[in-house]
């Protein structure tokens, strides 16, 4: 299967912890994207990369949170110190300018 | 600020029953529409990405379609494993990063 993957699926974590996801993007993609989702709303646009610049970042991107694509392949997300409210599916997409394909998503559980 | 609603929240139909689903947008330019489609626990599943008033495309028991203020996405005689959450995006024009999503309407069909 060459789609997008994300690792681990599932995390549980206690209040205060540092947490860090994985993801591969489909090989011949260069523009990467993460998203927050939380139940009953639709995915919030994080951040950005082309290749291995990253290119845009939103608000809700606070200093808790960073994204690194060394060598333009994989992405890691990292929150630090983490809060009740960062609990939320972590969605990873990869693409073109015209087309997003979604990873299966990181669950995180702040305990 | 880019908004997206979408209608109704959700949606229950008898197999065979056709419907629609609306996603209005207000945005500064329109670069594209998009449409995923989303199971419970999974990654959102690329369906469509329109770009103009006037366009359609289809996909098996799905049609959408889009005018300057709104876009439709028809289903036809529709079957129990077309449940799921419809969600539609507006990628702005200037550029080729984020989608902006509605929150989606929840389909379920029944036998």
């Known amino acids: 299967d060459t789609g997008v993957s994300q690792d681990p699926r599932h995390k549980i974590t206690k209040r205060g912890q540092n947490v860090t996801f994985r993801c591969d993007p489909i090989?011949?993609?260069?523009?990467l994207y993460w998203y927050r989702q939380t139940l009953g709303q639709g995915p919030e646009f994080l951040t950005y990369f082309q290749n291995e610049a990253q290119l845009e970042k939103s608000r809700l991107l606070s200093d808790r949170f960073s994204a690194e694509r060394p060598k333009g392949s994989f992405s890691t997300l990292e929150i630090q110190r983490t809060e009740q409210g960062d609990s939320a599916m972590y969605l990873c997409?990869?693409?073109?300018?015209?087309?997003?394909?979604f990873g299966p998503g990181t669950r995180l559980t702040v305990l | 600020e880019d908004q997206v609603t979408q209608s109704p929240e959700a949606l229950r139909l008898q197999e065979g029953e056709s419907s629609s689903l609306n996603c209005s947008y207000t945005?500064?330019?329109?670069?594209?529409l998009f449409w995923y489609r989303q199971d419970p626990g999974k990654g959102p599943e690329f369906l469509f990405t329109?770009?103009?008033a006037g366009e359609e495309k289809e996909k098996e028991r799905l049609k959408a379609t889009l005018t300057k203020k709104e876009s439709f996405l028809h289903i036809t005689a529709p079957k129990p494993e077309d449940s799921a959450t419809y969600l539609c995006a507006v990628q702005v024009t200037g550029t080729a990063s984020k989608l902006t999503f509605g929150t989606g309407t929840r389909l379920q069909v029944t036998l």
């Open positions: 090989s011949e993609h260069n523009r």
């Open positions: 945005v500064s330019g329109l670069r594209g």
């Open positions: 329109l770009y103009s």
């Open positions: 997409a990869s693409g073109s300018a015209d087309t997003q394909y």
